[in-house]
């Protein structure tokens, strides 16, 4: 067990943040989403899982923070493993509110609540119990301009979300994750609704969130795995296939088959 | 060439336009048709409440709702009957929404969705369609000989919370429904236990909905006289129940809840009886009332979803 971690470091020298050993998922109608998934997520890494539609990636990357759970029938096999800490979050004990609070997700639509911009943001420090106006302040105002939202919106925080463009309010999604500070954060395909320029400053902001956080991001964009992420996993039909450095998978794969779907052949 | 074409072209064109002109009568028909249908209904009810408003004319003074009900048909007011009729109303509602809109969201929100719930969900649809003399029936029954509230004005709002729960559950299930998963799942993303999704979420979108049943629900409630008959309301009343607002301390009391009380239809169905034509106006009157009530209330209805969704985009 040391052992195969201490090689993981050595291959790819990075530290590892949390990591799926031999995960299986099956949804409530018996179907297996994912197949012994085996995947490191490295700190202050952003790993990319690319993939054709239905490969199960997006379970997969709902999986770090139960999203699962909130739906009868789903089950869980195998372990993800949460450093430093060497908590198994998928274990029955451990609670799904806890996972959440410590990973956080953004997801495909801006999905802000049909509340003020403020709001929003402070959701997550207030469902942690902070009622403290001068803190909630200090941390909204720290998470949107993490989210680089502040200057569009410092004026009229009290407007209601829904009054962003569709661009602002997924950095409204981001802000609203990245106001608790969590360990991790999921993004499922967060740009795939959003214009090119939207589209071009979440990126930027991803690459500089890093610093703070590992991300493990699910896109459907080829191009934006390549740019953005250190690490890329493709995945196909609940398997993984070839995990490793962005530019090793996207100059020379050492599989066949994400050779052919890097290069357009399949997919 | 190009002449040949063109000339194919325009036949084409042709085709197509006689072929839309065809389907499109079907449109037209059925356009038609609602239209008529909506309209002679609507027109048949203007026409009837129109005809109610004109018998009752006379009796529309301030007199009329400030006075008792008298044996001189001209001196009969509805007093004891829309007093009578707020406070049972006012019981209802405190029953039947808190246990209605908890209902709905444990359903919604919290039970596993099984046969059981299958069943629950079953009855309580039928139990909005059941007649409403069953309710009293029950009600007689349950609270009048086996709780021994008697014939009160409790045991009345008690009575019409029964039937006005089902309307409140169903409203409620309806509007929660409408709340996109993708809310649920961004609250349940940042780390919200159950109760506090459903408390700053799940019932702060879906209130609109769940008010419009409660107004709904009242207004069939303030018309219901078949279930308030059969648990013995009185139909002759010249007095009001106690005040549930004092002026010594506790300054609320309960006792008007053990008062005796008529409502509104009830007090109309008494005069309808009578063979004097002058009581006829009276029951004119206050079918004219019940029915702006209820108008008044279910246009309320309507408005408060209106503005409320207007507020919220998803």
Known sequence: ?267 | MAEQKNNLLSKNLGLIRSLIVKQKRYDYAFAGLGMFIIASLTIALLILFIDLVIDGYPRFTLDFFSNFPSRRAARAGILSAWVGSSLVLFVTFFAAVPLGVAAGLYLEEYAKKNWFADLIEINVSNLAGVPSIIYGLLALGLFVYGFGLGQTILTAGLTLALLMLPIVIVSTREAIRAIPIHIREAAYAVGATKWQVCLHHIIQYSYGGILTGIIIGMARAIGETAPIITIGALTFIAFLPPSPIGIEPPFLNFEWLNSGFTVLPIQMFNWISRPQLAFHVNAAATGAVIIMLTLLMNGAAIKIRYNIRKKIKW
């Open chain 1, 1 to 267: 067990m040391v052992v195969k971690k201490q090689n993981k470091i050595a291959k790819h020298n990075e530290i590892i943040k949390a990591e799926s050993k031999n995960l299986n998922f099956f949804y409530a109608d018996g179907t297996q989403a994912l197949n012994d998934v085996s995947l490191p997520v490295y700190e202050n890494k952003i790993t990319a899982l690319i993939g054709p539609s239905g490969c199960g990636k997006s379970t997969f990357l709902r999986a770090f923070n139960r999203m699962h759970d909130l739906y009868p029938g789903n089950r869980y096999e195998g372990q993800i493993i949460l450093q430093p800490d060497n908590t198994n979050i998928l274990d029955k004990g451990v609670d799904p509110i806890e996972v959440r609070m410590r990973i956080s997700m953004v997801f495909q639509k801006p999905n802000p609540f049909p509340k003020s911009i403020f709001e929003n943001v402070a959701y997550g420090l207030r469902v942690r119990g902070e009622n403290n106006k001068r803190t909630l302040d200090n941390k909204v105002e720290d998470a949107l301009k993490g989210a680089s939202l502040w200057q569009e919106v410092k004026d009229r925080l009290n407007d209601l979300a829904f009054n962003l463009s569709g661009g602002q309010q997924q950095r409204l999604c981001i802000a609203r994750a990245l106001a608790t500070e969590p360990e991790i954060m999921l993004f499922d395909e967060p740009t795939s609704a959003l214009d090119p320029i939207a589209t071009m400053n979440i990126e930027e902001l991803m690459s500089s969130l890093k610093q703070k956080l590992s991300i493990l991001i699910v896109t459907h964009n080829m191009q934006q795995a390549a740019r953005i992420s250190d690490y890329t996993a493709y995945m196909y039909l609940g398997k993984l296939v070839e995990h490793d450095n962005t530019n090793q998978i996207f100059t020379n794969p050492s599989k066949k088959e994400t050779e052919d779907y890097i290069t357009g052949k399949f997919g």
